[in-house]
């Protein structure tokens, strides 16, 4: 089976913190994915990667910043955290070259910025 | 970017069929439509995938009409363990991929 896994449930920081939420895969997938959930607002991509070292905005990219050095492993960067990105944080991983393929999603991080 | 509506939630009883609909009037050629499923304190699980017409697996069936502007997503005799949040997807191609709100799907005895 594929096993995404995040570094955390739950996280609390400050505001102004720098924030790194680390992802994952055990099943040499190419593509990997953040997103961020909160309620009534469904999933939203934050970003996108297809390759090691490669990166693509999502819809909501403002605020975050991504790393993926390894294949197996893609990182969310909160440069200087703000309230109002409390949310849940959702990693994914899938195989092949474009988004028509399934998603493994891992188990999420609730972070609660202060 | 093809856009998503669904009901924002459904009630059924057990041993009933549930059909949830999705509406996406601006999808592209190139997109698939993907449902998940997605339990409390749980990432989201894919359920099933599809272009066109009809697709059937061991837990749900897919209906497409022609002109793909809409998705159906059937359950066939849900049970009280298919209480979730049901999300329809429609994507294709690089990081193109749009999430519905999501349909709560509340299954009673």
């Known amino acids: 089976d594929v096993k995404v896994t995040q570094s955390s449930r739950y996280l609390v920081k400050r505001t102004g913190e720098k924030v790194f939420l680390e992802c994952v895969q055990d099943?040499?997938?190419?593509?990997m994915f953040w997103y961020r959930q909160d309620p009534g607002l469904g999933l939203r991509l934050i970003y996108f990667?297809?390759?090691?070292?490669?990166?693509e905005k999502g819809d909501i990219p403002e605020g975050y910043s991504v790393s993926r050095e390894k294949k197996e492993r893609f990182s969310l960067i909160l440069e200087s955290a703000s309230t109002n990105q409390t949310s849940m944080y959702l990693c994914?991983?899938?195989?092949?070259?474009?988004?028509?393929?399934?998603?493994?999603f891992g188990p999420g991080t609730r972070l609660t910025v202060t | 970017l093809a856009k998503t509506t669904q009901p924002i939630s459904m009630d059924s009883y057990e041993g009933q069929e549930v059909n949830i609909t999705c509406s996406h009037n601006?999808?592209?050629?190139?997109?698939?439509i993907t449902w998940y499923q997605q339990f409390p304190s749980q990432g989201p699980r894919f359920i099933i995938q599809?272009?066109?017409t009809k697709v059937t697996n061991e837990v749900a069936s897919l209906f497409i009409p022609a002109d793909r502007k809409s998705s159906t997503l059937s359950l066939p005799r849900v049970s009280l363990s298919d209480t979730a949040v049901y999300y329809c997807?429609?994507?294709?191609?690089?990081?193109?991929?749009?999430f519905g709100a999501g349909t709560i799907l509340r299954v009673k005895s």
């Open positions: 994914a991983s899938s195989i092949g070259t474009g988004d028509t393929y399934e998603q493994y």
């Open positions: 099943m040499d997938h190419e593509n």
């Open positions: 990667s297809y390759d090691v070292k490669m990166k």
């Open positions: 601006n999808i592209a050629t190139n997109d698939y």
């Open positions: 599809g272009y066109k």
């Open positions: 997807l429609v994507g294709g191609g690089g990081n193109k991929l749009v």
